[in-house]
């Protein structure tokens, strides 16, 4: 099993038009670009597997649908200002790239899913490091 978990959370702007390029550059890099680099890399491996399966560590940020309209999830304000926009959209992007690693090795009989485990006690962001539930509990959700 190969489960992509690293990820960064830049955005400190509270509107999408205050967030340098560089931040999403910066962002993807980690949350997007990564993904692709290692899970290409452990292809070989994971068609040697007797249950080969990977595990993309999302966000229900990255949901389109719930990036549009009222949410009890997120803080309308923040969805309709863009913020954390950089970490948002590289969700979003993670969530396509899953579809498609899903079809594209669905004939190597490996199995490609998302996980997207809710705010968490981690070193993310400011927010995450006062919430409730830590990475552990989290990782129930991929049994």
């Not at 670009?33 to 080969?52: D, I, K, M």
Request: proline share 4%; hydrophobic share 45%; net charge positive.
């Amino acid at each position: 099993m190969l489960v992509n978990n690293a990820g960064v959370s830049l955005d400190t702007a509270s509107v999408v038009t205050d967030v340098e390029t560089d931040v999403f550059c910066r962002t993807y890099e980690t949350n997007v670009f990564g993904v692709v680099a290692v899970t290409n890399a452990f292809v070989p491996a994971l068609r040697r597997s007797a249950h080969p399966r990977v595990v993309n560590v999302s966000s229900g940020t990255g949901s389109l649908t719930w990036s549009t309209g009222v949410n009890p999830q997120f803080d309308f304000h923040a969805t309709a200002t863009g913020a954390g926009a950089a970490y948002r959209s590289s969700k979003a992007a993670l969530n396509a790239l899953t579809v498609f690693y899903a079809h594209a090795l669905s004939a190597d009989r490996i199995k490609v899913n998302a996980l997207a485990p809710g705010l968490r006690k981690t070193s993310l962001n400011p927010v995450a490091a006062t919430a409730g539930g830590g990475p552990a509990e989290a990782a129930a959700g991929l049994s």
